[in-house]
């Protein structure tokens, strides 16, 4: 089906209640039957997703009928997605007949292709085995309903900020997989029999804008922040930080392996230092902040990209300090570290004041501040590639070091022995801490009374009532 059909077609769908349709398709029987069977089938798998008990597969036999049975009930409802649905049902009958080994959903996920239908208020059934990140680790069943956020500005600015793989989406409904922390649903999350080159990648934009509003309603209140009042929309309009969240996202996720960069940005994957993922994804969003700058200053933005620029300052500002700094544990926390980063660095250049027990900014100023430190990560990308790549990680801890504490017990703050530095890039890994950077006593204490709040966030959606 092409675009401009589907446009047609989801307009007529939507014009009049979309709320109803939304709580319909939800608590359409068919929907709630393949949730329920989904839910049956994690309890059965394996961390791989096979099922090795014999004994149960007679019951999963009956749980991936109902789960195809509902499949062809709702197709309708997803006409763009008649080719996935169709090799949906398929993938499941064949893993079914083969004895339930390790599923290989390949084909149907070669078949669902969301990028090609950007189209705001467009749903997907979402169904495979998978893990979710930040939530489950186990390739399970699980299903989705979800709905494309895709508001006209950013259409125009995703002209210029070219980002075919991208999209934005909306929690409806979901399975249990997804009633934790996790905001985004990737191709490569998917278990199938080989890895083929990936086209597109989905974040739940109203999960990240419900617990940014929770979270920094609660941080502002703990520490006695006079919010400007172009932020505190913010904390009051769900729609409104959704589309805030929805530039950020864009900006940000079409960053990763572009400008002067290392060989590969994605260093966790190879082993090296957790401190060096930290850098990545604090150079995307910095990168967010300063793009976000010139459109809000920019007379060819429309009106609407220009206010949601300046919101996206903020998100970037709070979200980074207020939850990421503060949220998981301490073991190899690159996005913590990213948070404390920025706030340090914001107070030492001195836009940012902690006096008299309250928290204030100098916003004016603000601006320049972030983007210089972004600058500054800019310069040892665009140094790395004249360098060994053990050098560079120095590098990368010697620039981190100059604003946040290392920990006392930490080995490479003391200076790495002769015998690291000869050796292997392992030695060098193995020397870094779990916590090599650890919270500050304004985090420490921040931590202990936004605790229960952030983990309240696990499971939010857009729906949620504050």
């Known amino acids: 089906m092409s675009i401009s059909v589907e446009k047609t077609h989801v307009a007529n769908a939507l014009v009049g209640e979309p709320e109803v349709l939304e709580d319909s398709l939800a608590q359409h029987p068919s929907w709630l039957s393949l949730k329920a ?19 149960r597969h007679a019951d999963a036999d009956v749980s991936v009928a109902r789960i195809t049975a509902a499949l062809h009930d709702l197709a309708p409802h997803f006409a763009h997605d008649a080719a996935y649905l169709a090799a949906l049902i398929v993938d499941f009958d064949r893993w079914a007949s083969d004895g339930f080994g390790v599923p290989d959903f390949y084909d149907s996920l070669m078949a669902f292709q969301p990028q090609q239908h950007r189209v705001n208020g ?245 601006p320049e501040v972030v983007i210089a430190l972004g600058a500054q990560i800019d310069e040892l990308y665009w140094a790395s590639i004249d360098r060994p790549k053990k050098a560079h990680w120095l590098a990368a801890y010697e620039m981190i070091s100059k604003t946040l504490t290392p920990n006392p017990a930490s080995t490479w703050a003391r200076g790495l022995s002769n015998e690291v530095l000869a050796g292997s890039p392992k030695g060098y890994t193995d020397q870094v801490l779990d916590d090599e950077f650890p919270l500050s006593m304004f985090f420490e204490a921040l931590e202990k009374k936004m605790r229960t709040v952030i983990e309240s966030t696990a499971g939010i959606t857009g729906s949620a009532v504050d």
């Open 37 to 55: 069977a989904a839910t049956s089938l994690q309890a059965v798998q394996s961390q791989n997703g096979s099922i090795t008990d014999t004994e």
């Open 122 to 366: 467009l749903r997907h059934l979402v169904v495979f085995p998978m893990y979710t990140q930040n939530g489950s680790a186990n390739r399970l069943v699980e299903a989705v309903l979800i709905e494309v956020t895709w508001p006209e500005f950013i259409g125009e600015l995703e002209a210029g900020y070219t980002n075919k793989l991208f999209v934005p989406i909306r929690f409806l409904d979901f399975t249990p997989g997804y009633d934790t922390n996790s905001a985004v649903l990737f191709p490569e999350t998917v278990a199938m029999r080989e890895i083929p080159t990936f086209t597109w990648g989905a974040i739940f934009a109203d999960r990240e804008a419900a617990r940014f509003r929770r979270v920094v309603r609660a941080a502002a209140e703990i520490t006695r922040l006079e919010l400007p009042a172009d932020a505190a929309l913010l904390l009051g309009d769900q729609h409104l930080t959704e589309e805030t969240f929805v530039m950020w996202d864009l900006i940000h996720d079409r960053t990763h392996m572009r400008g002067d960069l290392p060989f590969d940005p994605f260093m966790i994957k190879q082993r090296m230092p957790f401190f060096l993922y930290s850098l990545e994804e604090l150079r995307c969003d910095l990168t967010a902040f300063r793009e976000s700058v010139t459109i809000e200053g920019s007379e060819l933005a429309s009106p609407e990209a220009r206010r949601h620029a300046k919101l996206v300052q903020y998100a970037v500002i709070f979200d980074r300090i207020f939850r990421f700094a503060i949220t998981g544990n301490r073991v190899r926390n690159y996005d913590g570290l990213g948070g404390q980063l920025l706030f340090a660095w914001m107070h030492q250049h001195g836009v940012l004041h902690w006096t008299d027990t309250r928290l204030s900014f100098d916003w004016d100023a603000v």
